[in-house]
């Protein structure tokens, strides 16, 4: 099989209902945002040293493939037990950050520094999300995943922070 199959030379792509749909739709944008909100975050996962957060950034991309499958065919794909993990999981961060009101520098290190890229852009995969609700059906637990996703994104970066720093800079 080749990967180019020549059928997006015409200004169209498909779905992951097979739809064939311009390739600025917003289905595909948000598509393609996730995507690279995945990559970035493997680049993160690269950089950074704690191997908890690498296997939260792992899990983390793994379910964004179901995330992005359940947006363009309207499935359920992400539950609120997921979003409940993401909360449990902000939890656990957030308990080893002193002073989370104050000012952060978004990156300290690199491995933080990739991980607040990867905040940023699921921000913007958020308000691609939101745009396409506005006329579309989403799911309310697709909103609250990706919601709660940069929540996480933001804590798990003070914490590769904080392990480099010991907390001398952050807070």
Known sequence: ??????????????????????????????NGTIDELQS????AYNFTEDKDIQETILFIVKQLFSYNYGISSNQET???????NLEK??????????NL???????????????HVSRTICRR????IISFYQD?????TKLE????????????????DKIKYKNEELN
């Open 101 to 115: 009101g104050a000012f952060v520098y978004p990156g300290m290190t690199k491995a933080a520094s990739f991980i």
């Open 145 to 160: 995943y990706i919601n709660r996703l940069s929540d996480l994104l933001y804590i798990m970066a003070l914490n590769v």
């Open 40 to 43: 970035h975050m493997m680049v």
């Open 136 to 140: 579309n059906t989403v799911d309310e």
């Open 125 to 128: 995969a958020e308000r691609s």
């Open 1 to 30: 099989m080749k990967i180019y199959t020549k059928s997006g030379d015409r200004l169209k792509t498909s779905t992951y209902n097979d739809e064939r749909v311009f390739k600025n739709d917003m289905i595909i944008e948000i």
């Open 78 to 84: 992400i539950t609120k037990d997921d979003v409940d």
């Open 89 to 98: 999981l902000i939890d656990k961060y957030q308990g080893n950050i002193l």
